[in-house]
């Protein structure tokens, strides 16, 4: 059965000085975004910041999943995005986006573990949906336990 998930934005106000909230309602949350902190900088979040997240968040639980899948336990994913967007390009293009992986899986080989890695890269759902842009891992490390 597919899961289906939602959020809702609004935006009010002209594109520089208008403001924008993202809703969340299974994390009963809401984000402020707005152009500052796109294009300048600013303190909201902005749409690549939610990619980062939403890309983040898929891969440490994919590599997780290989993990159990494993049989290994007490396991740590900690993955971070950098998304590049060039906003020199007209319209502007997210270019890159570099993931940084770090783990702790036990007794898992570092080998085993650049394997798990990249099979990881080749099935996260939310990377392959982001296709377009150029995706790799940047760096990636097995922390002995």
Known sequence: M?????ATSAWTGTLKDGSGKLSLPKA???FNYDFGSRFETGNTTNPEELI?????????MYLTALFSNEGLTGTHVT???EVTLDN???PPKITTIELSVEATAGTLTNERFHELLEKTENECPIKNLLQGATISVKSSKLISA
């Not at 597919?2 to 939602?6: E, G």
């Not at 980062?52 to 440490?60: E, H, I, K, N, Q």
């Open 2 to 6: 597919a899961q289906i998930n939602t």
């Open 28 to 30: 009963d949350t809401t």
């Open 52 to 60: 980062a997240g939403a890309l983040t968040a898929c891969f440490s």
């Open 79 to 81: 993955s971070t995005a």
């Open 88 to 90: 020199e390009q007209s």
